[in-house]
């Protein structure tokens, strides 16, 4: 282990709850220190267009916008580097975090912006054809099935947004949702159900994924348990999964409390865990709004936090 490093506030996550927090902490003269993770940006870096962030009436891309986002806390001199967190030990203050297993940092204050992550089917193929066909992210791998047919699974607001992103690449996009509704916002439900290349195909699921050595098809069962039940086979080159997200928060579970589904639980109103001194910002902390807006407020909110705690502390 290399030596500790000491410092006031460490912000863990680069998505807009950890990018926000990191420009209000560096504007407090906190000298927050931000680690990455594995995906720079978080999940808007696998959105395309993003129309409802304030400010931008034209749109802007995930990528872009996250790029603005980080510039601008490097402005205020936040310290952002590469590095995923991979032990936590909150017994008592400085809160010590490994980071790549090698290097411990000692913080005064802690927020945990890890978002979330997609959730997969659970079956063998995912894997066997992972990078084969499978995906969880169209804006990443669309492009490889242009004039190609495909599949994306749910019925949310996401596997709306893949499916007519794909729609304008692919051939035709069949979705594949478990119930005779979709759960999506009824602007997006519209533009799918109109769109001439989508097939909803409500009350299928997913048995299992055939072809040779890539995706060329899914076997389905519409129906499942019912009188009549049906068997149905899709020709498919790609299959993306939008069945929605686990919350980042598997790292400081042994000491922080967190809901049935991993949800970091924080103290109505505020980004407060359980820990005094660690505040909970962005997807990892909200099952409900998952918005980029909303966690940019979050990590607004836990950086405004922080710097109190960390005042009334001295
Ligand atoms: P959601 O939880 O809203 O939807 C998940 C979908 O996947 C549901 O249709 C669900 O079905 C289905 N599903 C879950 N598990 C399975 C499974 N094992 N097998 C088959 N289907 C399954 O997640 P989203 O990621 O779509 O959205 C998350 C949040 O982000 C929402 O609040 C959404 O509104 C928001 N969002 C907003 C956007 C925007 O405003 N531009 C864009 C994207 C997301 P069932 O309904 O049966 O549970």
Same mark, same amino acid.
């Given at each position: 282990m290399t030596t500790n490093e000491k410092i006031q506030c460490l912000i863990i996550g680069s998505g807009p709850a950890g990018y926000t927090a990191a420009i209000y902490a560096s504007r407090a003269n906190l000298s927050p220190v931000l680690y990455q993770g594995m995906e720079p940006g978080g999940q808007l870096t696998t959105t395309n267009e993003v129309e409802n962030?304030?400010?931008?009436? @034209?749109? %802007?891309?995930?990528? @872009? =916008?996250?790029?603005?986002?980080?510039?601008? !806390? @490097?402005?205020? #001199? !936040? *310290?952002?580097?590469? #590095?995923?967190?991979? !032990?936590? *030990?909150?017994?008592?203050?400085p809160y010590r975090v490994t980071i790549d297993n090698e290097k411990v940092i000692e913080a005064q204050s802690i927020i945990i912006a890890t978002g979330a992550t997609a959730k997969y089917l659970g079956l063998p193929d995912e894997q066997k054809y992972a990078g084969s066909g499978v995906s969880a992210c169209a804006t990443c791998d669309g492009f490889f099935y242009r004039n190609r047919p495909v599949a994306v699974v749910g019925g949310g607001d996401t596997a709306c947004e893949e499916a007519l992103y794909l729609a304008n690449i692919a051939s035709k996009v069949y979705m594949i949702v478990r119930k005779p509704f979709l759960r999506a916002s009824k602007i997006m439900q519209e533009r799918v159900l109109q769109h001439p290349k989508i097939e909803v195909l409500f009350e299928h699921e997913t048995l299992g994924l055939t072809g040779e050595k890539v995706v060329e098809g899914a076997d389905l069962v519409k129906r499942r348990g019912q009188t009549d @039940?049906?068997?149905? +086979?899709? !020709? %498919? *080159?790609?299959?993306? =999964?939008?069945?929605? +997200?686990?919350?980042?928060?598997?790292?400081f579970k042994p000491w922080i409390e967190t809901d049935e589904n991993g949800y970091i639980k924080t103290i109505p109103g505020t980004p407060r865990t359980n820990v005094e001194g660690v505040f909970a910002a962005g997807d990892v902390a909200d099952p409900h709004y998952r918005q980029a807006v909303s966690a940019a407020g979050s990590g607004c909110q836990a950086a405004i936090e922080a710097e109190r705690y960390l005042v009334d502390k001295k």
């Open positions: 962030f304030p400010g931008f009436p @034209e749109g %802007i891309t995930g990528p @872009e =916008l996250m790029d603005k986002m980080q510039k601008q !806390a @490097e402005r205020f #001199g !936040a *310290d952002i580097r590469f #590095g995923r967190v991979t !032990a936590t *030990d909150f017994s008592a203050s @039940e049906e068997k149905v +086979h899709i !020709a %498919i *080159d790609g299959f993306f =999964l939008a069945i929605g +997200h686990k919350p980042n928060s598997e790292v």
